[in-house]
């Protein structure tokens, strides 16, 4: 384990070097987005080392075929991935006739930081001359959730010895290139390059053949110099256009340049609006001033501080790493369009298409619905209400009944490339049900299910009566030819995960079929009580174990401890066949009905299958430390909660995986908080009232927390001693701290010990 920026900070990321060894993880971590929007955090100047270029627009994709030999029966047309937009980032310098190249550029001096408080990157640099002089190179970046469609940037160059002659380039290029792409194609067609006041691109995403919709995108800089001794012209070609800054510095004098960029899409307007729209937007933005918008961005960055802010006393690095995970979860998505939802890497890189999967609902969700207003959460629940009729497609692309939601997608389509992935992990098709769930549980509003989940939880319910397999040699119902969370354990029978949560998507949907007099016929209710009455859950009473899939024990049990240290990660060591036989877990599996249901087991069982199934989990999911912490600190081991807890939390930042260079794991981030809130807190609102349980670790003096719980802000901060929780907004409230209902109305100190 490395850390990527060595020096800690509680509300900065700081690097203080140009390491050409750690580039590409250190351009994902350096990352800014809006939800509208983002890039990874490339240098402005030309970088010719190992880097990964990427500006991303949300809800701008395309279908690429997949690669695979051949073809199955029901097998997703295509392949969906995000796509790298034209660049407007770039700031092409030339020194003395010479394009600077910092993988080549003997750098003096090097600063960058993003202040996580603000949503800014600021950059400063000394550069020496191939002459033997020195300049000084500022920079700073933000892509304002102020105004969604700016982004703003401030470049500088100021000579600090010997005399230079200075030019710089900068624009909009649309020689953009996917990293994935599968032969190397250029995902856009250039439908218009303007050299004018403002510079003009707009870009199109290239036919297709299976019918998805094209993205045109419009691009509007404008670039304004400090007053000076300036040359100044436009160059253009057919997929680029610049402006060109040139002037001679004399030492203490510096080219100063301010661009501001609006970028727009067909998502939102017609074709023939993109340019004049943009130009609108950009008009507005120039007026303010780069100033002006730094000040307002900030201060909304600030505002949502206010609302999900984590403070950790006593542990910098526990504490950088959550508030990096927040920041980075609240860059990929705002809740503003409920046509998006979000993608594992975020604005961050390509791996994983940029798509959504089950993560959103299973991590993130409860992350945004304890931070902010209700109609967020809602917005992710509306995307997978608003994509159902594609959701029967696709169940019955395998003939099956009811609704099948896609494991990966954009608009609704099942989009990914792994058959394994798509139509055997279905387990995802609960965690939507149980957003609901989360959301009703959390708000105390059962309108949504009423207008809308009610729908998806009978399509879900009747997909999975429909998937489920009588065995009349035991009475029972199983589903079989199944994958669960643990993708190293596939085409299985009876995953344990699976089998518990379609049994109880049944009885839940059943619930609301009959309180909201949903037209179900009675005959098919009739079946769907027996299915779940009847479902096998594979359970060993004396050893208080579920299996997780009903042949796991015939495997060799090896604990993960004995793994050469040279082999792992195993999926980049390991050949596939061999890594199915063995009994390694990449992720929590059995583990996360206990975090989805902490009610519905008892304090034994938790413990028993912790320890056995920890055991064997080798945690290359993302998704895994999370919630083995959350279910740890539930079972009372706060030192696996603890160590656990600081894998999530600093995955990214300390590259726990080995592939931070991909981008960063923005969906299991809020795994992170959710192991704090549901973990370390302890907070629970599945029995109707807002509970807590704290645990705080050992090695932290005070952990605090600000939830927004029906129309209420509150503050809660414990520590082994004592537990406080203060009413910021709202009317008072009844909570409960270790099973005691205690009232909160304006603040109360409740004793831990």
Same mark, same amino acid.
């Given at each position: 384990?490395?850390?990527?920026?060595?020096?800690?900070?509680?509300?900065?990321?700081?690097?203080?070097?140009?390491?050409?060894?750690?580039?590409?993880?250190?351009?994902?971590?350096?990352?800014?987005?809006?939800?509208?929007?983002?890039?990874? &955090?490339?240098?402005?100047? #030309?970088?010719?080392?190992?880097?990964?270029?990427?500006?991303?627009?949300?809800?701008?994709?395309?279908?690429?075929?997949?690669?695979?030999?051949?073809?199955?029966?029901?097998?997703?047309?295509?392949?969906?991935?995000?796509?790298?937009?034209?660049? =407007?980032?770039?700031?092409?310098?030339?020194? $003395?006739?010479?394009?600077?190249?910092?993988?080549?550029?003997?750098?003096?001096? =090097?600063?960058?930081?993003?202040?996580?408080?603000?949503?800014?990157?600021?950059?400063?640099?000394?550069?020496?001359?191939?002459?033997?002089?020195?300049?000084?190179?500022?920079?700073?970046?933000?892509?304002?959730? #102020?105004?969604?469609?700016?982004?703003?940037?401030?470049?500088?160059?100021?000579?600090?010895?010997?005399?230079?002659?200075?030019?710089?380039?900068?624009? +909009?290029?649309?020689?953009?290139?996917?990293?994935?792409?599968?032969?190397?194609?250029?995902?856009?067609?250039?439908?218009?390059?303007?050299?004018?006041?403002?510079?003009?691109?707009?870009?199109?995403?290239?036919?297709?053949?299976?019918?998805?919709?094209?993205?045109?995108?419009?691009?509007?800089?404008?670039?304004?110099?400090?007053?000076?001794?300036?040359?100044?012209?436009?160059?253009?070609?057919?997929?680029?256009?610049?402006?060109?800054?040139?002037?001679? +510095?004399?030492?203490?004098?510096?080219?100063?340049?301010?661009?501001?960029?609006?970028?727009?899409?067909?998502?939102?307007?017609?074709?023939?609006? +993109?340019?004049?729209?943009?130009?609108?937007?950009?008009?507005?933005?120039?007026?303010?001033?780069?100033?002006?918008?730094?000040?307002?961005?900030?201060?909304?960055?600030?505002?949502?501080?206010?609302?999900?802010?984590?403070?950790?006393?006593?542990?910098?690095?526990?504490?950088?790493?959550?508030?990096?995970?927040?920041?980075?979860?609240?860059?990929?998505?705002?809740?503003?369009?409920?046509?998006?939802?979000?993608?594992?890497? &975020?604005?961050? &890189?390509?791996?994983?298409?940029?798509?959504?999967?089950?993560?959103?609902?299973?991590?993130?969700?409860?992350?945004?619905?304890?931070?902010?207003?209700?109609?967020?959460?809602?917005?992710?629940?509306?995307?997978?209400? $608003?994509?159902?009729?594609?959701?029967?497609?696709?169940?019955?692309?395998?003939?099956?009944?009811?609704?099948?939601?896609?494991?990966?997608?954009?608009?609704?389509?099942?989009?990914?490339?792994?058959?394994?992935?798509?139509?055997?992990?279905?387990?995802?098709?609960?965690?939507?049900?149980?957003?609901?769930?989360?959301?009703?549980?959390?708000?105390?509003?059962?309108?949504?299910?009423?207008?809308?989940?009610?729908?998806?939880?009978?399509?879900?319910?009747?997909?999975?009566?429909?998937?489920?397999?009588?065995?009349?040699?035991?009475?029972?119902?199983?589903?079989?030819?199944?994958? &669960?969370?643990?993708?190293?354990?596939? $085409?299985?029978? $009876?995953?344990?995960?699976?089998?518990?949560?379609?049994?109880?998507?049944?009885?839940?949907?059943?619930?609301?079929?009959?309180?909201?007099?949903?037209?179900?016929?009675?005959?098919?209710?009739?079946?769907?009580?027996?299915?779940?009455?009847?479902?096998?859950?594979?359970?060993?009473?004396?050893?208080?174990?579920?299996?997780?899939?009903?042949? =796991?024990?015939?495997?060799?049990?090896?604990?993960?401890?004995?793994?050469?240290?040279?082999?792992?990660?195993?999926?980049?060591?390991?050949?596939?066949?061999?890594?199915?036989?063995?009994?390694?877990?990449?992720?929590?599996?059995?583990?996360?009905? =206990?975090?989805?249901?902490?009610?519905?087991?008892?304090?034994?069982?938790?413990?028993?299958?912790?320890?056995?199934?920890?055991?064997?989990?080798?945690?290359?999911?993302?998704?895994?430390?999370?919630?083995?912490?959350?279910?740890?600190?539930?079972?009372?081991?706060?030192?696996?909660?603890?160590?656990?807890?600081?894998?999530?939390?600093?995955?990214?930042?300390?590259?726990?995986?080995?592939?931070?260079?991909?981008?960063?794991?923005?969906?299991?981030?809020?795994?992170?908080?959710?192991?704090?809130?549901?973990?370390?807190?302890?907070?629970?609102?599945?029995?109707?009232?807002?509970?807590?349980?704290?645990?705080?670790?050992?090695?932290?003096?005070?952990?605090?927390?600000?939830?927004?719980?029906?129309?209420?802000?509150?503050?809660?901060?414990?520590?082994?001693?004592?537990?406080?929780?203060?009413?910021?907004?709202?009317?008072?409230?009844?909570?409960?701290?270790?099973?005691?209902?205690?009232?909160?109305?304006?603040?109360?100190?409740?004793?831990?010990?």
């Amino acid at each position: 384990m490395k850390r990527i920026l060595p020096e800690l900070d509680p509300f900065c990321l700081i690097q203080t070097s140009v390491d050409h060894r750690e580039n590409r993880p250190t351009e994902a971590v350096m990352s800014l987005g809006n939800g509208y929007m983002g890039a990874r &955090g490339n240098y402005e100047e #030309d970088y010719t080392g190992d880097t990964l270029k990427g500006i991303y627009v949300a809800g701008v994709w395309m279908p690429d075929k997949t690669r695979v030999g051949w073809w199955k029966n029901g097998y997703p047309r295509y392949y969906g991935k995000v796509i790298n937009a034209p660049d =407007f980032l770039m700031f092409h310098l030339y020194v $003395n006739g010479r394009r600077v190249d910092l993988a080549r550029t003997d750098i003096e001096t =090097f600063r960058r930081t993003v202040d996580m408080r603000t949503g800014v990157m600021d950059r400063e640099m000394v550069l020496r001359t191939e002459e033997g002089g020195r300049l000084r190179i500022t920079s700073s970046r933000f892509f304002s959730i #102020d105004i969604r469609q700016i982004a703003c940037m401030e470049y500088a160059v100021e000579a600090l010895d010997g005399t230079a002659s200075v030019a710089v380039e900068t624009g +909009l290029d649309a020689n953009v290139r996917n990293a994935d792409a599968n032969y190397g194609e250029q995902f856009w067609d250039v439908n218009a390059v303007e050299a004018g006041s403002p510079l003009y691109l707009e870009s199109e995403t290239i036919e297709n053949a299976f019918g998805v919709p094209r993205f045109a995108v419009g691009f509007s800089a404008l670039t304004r110099c400090a007053e000076g001794a300036v040359r100044r012209e436009t160059v253009r070609s057919e997929r680029a256009v610049f402006d060109r800054f040139e002037v001679q +510095l004399a030492p203490g004098e510096s080219l100063q340049l301010e661009k501001i960029v609006s970028v727009v899409t067909s998502r939102d307007m017609e074709r023939d609006q +993109l340019q004049a729209h943009g130009a609108e937007i950009l008009k507005q933005a120039a007026s303010d001033g780069a100033k002006q918008l730094r000040m307002r961005h900030s201060a909304a960055w600030c505002a949502r501080w206010e609302k999900c802010d984590v403070e950790i006393e006593g542990d910098v690095a526990a504490q950088q790493g959550i508030r990096f995970n927040l920041f980075q979860l609240w860059s990929t998505y705002d809740g503003s369009d409920e046509r998006l939802n979000i993608g594992p890497k &975020g604005f961050t &890189g390509e791996k994983y298409g940029g798509a959504a999967y089950y993560d959103t609902e299973g991590y993130c969700f409860p992350m945004f619905l304890a931070t902010a207003s209700p109609e967020i959460a809602l917005s992710l629940l509306k995307f997978r209400f $608003n994509i159902l009729d594609k959701a029967k497609e696709n169940a019955a692309r395998i003939g099956m009944q009811g609704a099948l939601y896609p494991m990966v997608t954009f608009d609704g389509e099942e989009c990914h490339n792994e058959w394994e992935i798509t139509f055997e992990e279905i387990h995802r098709n609960a965690a939507m049900i149980h957003a609901i769930y989360n959301y009703t549980c959390y708000t105390g509003d059962e309108s949504y299910i009423r207008d809308y989940g009610i729908h998806v939880m009978v399509e879900v319910a009747r997909f999975w009566a429909c998937r489920a397999s009588y065995n009349p040699q035991k009475d029972c119902y199983m589903l079989l030819g199944v994958t &669960g969370p643990n993708e190293y354990d596939n $085409n299985v029978n $009876n995953n344990f995960l699976t089998n518990y949560m379609a049994k109880w998507c049944i009885e839940y949907a059943l619930k609301y079929v009959e309180k909201f007099a949903y037209p179900l016929p009675a005959e098919e209710a009739q079946h769907w009580h027996e299915v779940a009455s009847k479902m096998y859950l594979n359970y060993n009473e004396e050893t208080k174990l579920f299996m997780q899939q009903d042949g =796991f024990m015939d495997k060799e049990l090896i604990p993960a401890a004995q793994i050469p240290e040279e082999e792992l990660p195993l999926c980049k060591h390991w050949s596939w066949d061999r890594i199915l036989r063995s009994c390694f877990i990449k992720q929590a599996d059995v583990i996360l009905a =206990f975090y989805y249901f902490p009610h519905r087991f008892t304090l034994e069982q938790k413990q028993a299958n912790f320890r056995f199934y920890e055991t064997f989990t080798v945690h290359e999911s993302s998704l895994s430390p999370s919630m083995y912490s959350t279910v740890a600190s539930a079972c009372g081991f706060s030192d696996d909660a603890y160590r656990l807890y600081q894998r999530a939390a600093r995955l990214d930042l300390d590259n726990f995986n080995a592939d931070t260079e991909d981008g960063l794991h923005i969906t299991s981030m809020a795994g992170s908080w959710i192991a704090l809130a549901h973990g370390f807190a302890g907070m629970d609102y599945q029995r109707g009232v807002l509970a807590f349980t704290p645990r705080c670790p050992q090695h932290w003096k005070q952990l605090k927390m600000r939830l927004v719980y029906r129309g209420r802000l509150l503050e809660i901060r414990f520590n082994a001693h004592s537990f406080h929780c203060e009413l910021l907004e709202g009317a008072p409230l009844q909570i409960e701290v270790n099973g005691v209902p205690l009232n909160v109305e304006t603040s109360l100190d409740y004793p831990l010990s």
